[in-house]
């Protein structure tokens, strides 16, 4: 006889319910995929790439943000249920998929790409890097967006207006970026209560982050550099910038 | 409804989770965080107590007797044991997490983040020894 485990799941269906749910299937140890495959095609969930690269599969798996993709299932207790449920803080559309929308509109407000007025966006130019310049931010730049961090801060439950961690760390991976001249547009969104200030330094991003990216340090870096410019331009007025 | 990039699809029914009271208690990193910010208060009122006893030091010999008198009450005993606990926690609980404020390279390398924090507990210890020292020698 194969071996079986319950998954306990969170259905949320528009069209008929006021608030999630749970269900339960006995599954084979393929889980959602033979849920939705074989069982009850109606259940939603992400998923893409199946290898923890592109971060679709972000859901709470017994309380706990995962990447689903990258947790096997031997990890768990096939004596208990498993309870899978969408990513925490963020607003359900069906079953397990979230709207992250607000994700998005934070993410583009840090302008997470190259700024330099010197040169046309469609220019074919090369800006040279040394190493030791692609260390100082490659850790930042491993961020695949699954919002797992998002998951795990209770401010962005508490604040929604917070900025949040992979929208911070990937500002930091830009303002490290040897070729970047964008630092103080970044400074400007990100230096006040919703951005940089809204985070109590939790740690939960870093914990869960599946690709280390350590958000909560980016956060706390980018808080020493905001609080050092300060300090530089009320004893310095004249040379801070 | 739908009019930025970022917006939900018109129409969507989504359902917006609640928030329950108790969060807090639903992690025990969340717990533990949340107790180490209260021991905060702890601390501010451990720096006011401080001032309060060097200005009694500027008032002359009778205020700070008075002073003196009132930090050895029962009750402020009371107060400072649990005080220094809850400092302690928050430092205990803090300088472990120095190290992702502080980057500190030497040459090309990262000083690793055990030598950060070790620097601030030992710090703490000759300072502890200092005052240990000039508060016991009589």
Request: proline share 7%.
């Amino acid at each position: 006889m194969a071996e079986t485990l319950r998954l306990e799941v969170s259905r949320y269906r528009p069209e008929e319910d006021s608030e999630p749910t749970l269900q339960s299937y006995d599954v084979l140890l393929d889980a959602l995929n033979h849920v939705k495959n074989e069982i009850d095609g109606s259940l939603t969930f992400r998923w893409s790439c199946r290898m923890g690269v592109c971060g679709s599969c972000g859901m709470m798996a017994n309380g706990e943000p995962k990447l689903t993709c990258a947790v096997p299932l031997t990890d768990y207790d096939p004596a208990q249920p498993i309870r899978i449920e969408p990513l925490q803080f963020f607003p359900v559309v069906r079953d397990l998929v979230i709207d992250m929308s607000s994700f998005l509109e934070k993410l583009s407000n840090v302008k997470p790409w190259i700024i330099r007025d010197d040169v046309e966006a469609t220019e074919a130019v090369e800006f040279k890097q040394t190493p030791a310049e692609l260390d100082a931010y490659k850790q930042f730049s491993m961020c695949i967006n699954c919002m797992l961090c998002y998951s795990a801060c209770p401010v962005i439950g508490l604040e929604p207006e917070f900025s949040g961690p992979a929208a911070i760390a990937l500002a930091q991976r830009y303002n490290l970026d040897s070729r970047d001249k964008g630092k103080e547009e970044r400074m400007d969104v990100l230096d006040a209560h919703e951005g940089l200030w809204g985070c109590t330094y939790f740690g939960e991003c870093t914990k869960v982050c599946p690709k280390n990216v350590d958000p909560a340090g980016a956060i706390q870096l980018y808080k020493m550099a905001s609080a050092t410019d300060y300090l530089k331009s009320l004893l310095l007025p004249w040379g801070s910038k | 409804m739908s009019g930025g990039a970022h917006e939900p699809a018109a129409g969507l029914k989504l359902y917006h989770p609640p928030m329950s009271l108790w969060w807090w208690l639903e992690r025990r990193a969340y717990f533990k965080i949340v107790v180490r910010e209260l021991t905060s208060l702890f601390v501010g009122a451990f720096a006011v107590v401080t001032l309060l006893q060097i200005r009694a030091v500027g008032d002359g010999p009778e205020p700070y007797a008075a002073f003196a008198a009132m930090l050895g009450s029962p009750a402020f005993i009371t107060f400072s044991v649990v005080a220094f606990l809850a400092v302690l926690f928050h430092a205990l609980t803090w300088f472990p997490l120095v190290p992702t404020t502080i980057v500190l390279r030497v040459g090309e390398q990262r000083v690793p983040g055990n030598i950060i924090a070790g620097a601030h507990f030992a710090g703490w210890l000759i300072v502890s020894v200092v005052v240990a020292y000039i508060l016991l020698r009589g």
